[in-house]
């Protein structure tokens, strides 16, 4: 059975650090090495996903970046299973690499560009002035809950819907914590890996046999601190879609029949990117019925991989949807379930992860959740002060072209200078 160690945030924090901070070592000591090619097979150090989506090409990738060095490290930050670091080339020139790890300590991803310079926010018009991204749609919400009512601060086209990505996860635990709260399902309940769920990263749980067994407890903690698809699947799948629905209706989501039927992330990528090119355009233009029926004949193994997720689907209908207000009140409704769950699990497993280093006796609760495909980013953050007072942040960016809205590094440290510089 599959266990995890991850049970609160700090303890998640503290005991991913090492990891995360030995695999950066790595990293830069491989950037430093002089000539072509490492020491040693570098594929030893990441994760089959990641090694599947760079193909041949893993080590002239390496090969490129390391022709840049050698690097100095100025800085490093880690973030649970996650680090960036600021490294300096031999001319002066300036550089990020990020790094992303799995619970047993292998790289699933690792990226090296150009310095990511967040610019300062000293007010709200320089946040604005921010999320304008040429050929980049942004929405944004920044409030604070009085009442019952979400006040905003801060507002950039809150109710336009977006692809959000694995923000659809929110809902998925929501309508979980109402069957555990009904004695439907039980914590420690064990839900079986079958091959028809096994989806893509992000997450782990997809390296896992077909038939491993982990409890409810364990599978809803990686869909929520790891953002693992195949634990969301699996979860969905437990639940079935009309209690999902229930959960999308219950939280205030402005058109729920926008996710109806309510997709899983392999139904998504198979759609989108798998071997069968009529999915897509059937999907776009099928209506309820026939998109309940396109996903009734795709129940089968994926056959999409990492490296097929080349462009973006969102524009012909394939996404999650949600405004930046829905994102909100989904968040609030988390935050009531916290409140409602006599065990304190969903309160654990909403704040392993708080997506950047957050200050605990400002904020001493932090929810986070993050969401991407091709095209697509958002991160959002439920803040509660010492006062018991719930604040939000919001941000959904997407384009058509996946270079014009990046990997989500600059989002997020947009999102990282909201929570540090301009709440109150």
């Known amino acids: 059975m599959l266990t995890t160690t991850e049970t609160s945030g700090a303890d998640a924090t503290t005991a991913r650090r090492p990891l995360v901070e030995s695999r950066m070592r790595w990293a830069v ?9 490492v020491a040693e097979d570098p594929r030893g ?9 760079h193909g041949d090409g893993l080590s002239a990738l390496l090969d490129s970046w390391r022709a840049q060095g050698p690097f100095t490290v100025e800085s490093y930050t880690p973030v649970a299973h996650k680090g960036w670091a600021t490294l300096i080339g031999p001319t002066g020139d300036r550089f990020t690499l990020s790094i992303v790890i799995d619970s047993s300590g292998l790289i699933r991803g690792l990226g090296l560009g150009p310095e990511l310079v967040i610019p300062p926010l000293r007010d709200w018009d320089e946040l604005d002035a921010a999320l304008d991204v040429p050929g980049v749609t942004s929405t944004a919400l920044v409030a604070r809950l009085v009442d019952d009512r979400w006040v905003s601060l801060y507002e950039r086209s809150p109710d336009r819907l977006m692809p959000t990505g694995s923000a659809y996860k929110l809902y998925l635990l929501r309508a979980l914590a109402r069957a555990i709260e009904a004695g439907t399902v039980r914590w420690d309940e064990e839900l079986t890996l079958l ?71 392999r139904e998504l990528f198979e759609i989108g990117w798998g071997d069968d090119p009529s999915l897509l355009p059937e999907w776009s233009a099928g209506d309820r019925a026939q998109r309940y029926e396109l996903l009734r004949r795709i129940e089968r193994p994926l056959t999409t991989r990492m490296r097929d997720l080349n462009r973006p689907v969102y524009h012909l209908g394939l996404d999650w949807f949600l405004s930046a207000r829905d994102v909100a009140n989904a968040l609030a409704g988390v935050w009531r379930d916290t409140t409602r769950d006599r065990t304190g699990t969903i309160r654990e497993i909403v704040t392993t992860y708080p997506g950047v280093p957050i200050d605990g006796e400002r904020w001493p609760v932090a929810v986070f959740k993050g969401g991407s495909s091709p095209g697509v980013v958002m991160f959002c953050w439920l803040l509660v002060d010492p006062a018991g007072v719930p604040h939000v942040v919001v941000l959904q960016q997407c384009g058509e072209d996946p270079g014009q809205v990046g990997d989500g590094l600059r989002l997020r440290g947009l999102g990282d200078r909201i929570i540090h510089s301009l709440l109150p």
Do not use: Y
């Open 195 to 265: 091959p028809q769920l096994r989806s893509l990263p992000t997450g782990e749980m997809q390296d896992l046999p077909d038939g491993a067994r982990a409890t409810v407890r364990e599978v809803a903690h990686k869909m929520i601190a790891m953002s693992d698809n195949t634990a969301a699947d699996m979860v969905l799948h437990r639940l079935g879609r009309d209690a999902v629905h229930r959960a999308v209706v219950d939280s205030g989501h402005q058109d729920p029949d926008v996710l109806r039927p309510f997709l899983s992330s």
């Open 45 to 53: 150090h990441f994760v089959a996903a990641f090694v599947d989506k």
């Open 29 to 37: 000591e491989m950037l430093a090495e002089p000539g072509p090619g």
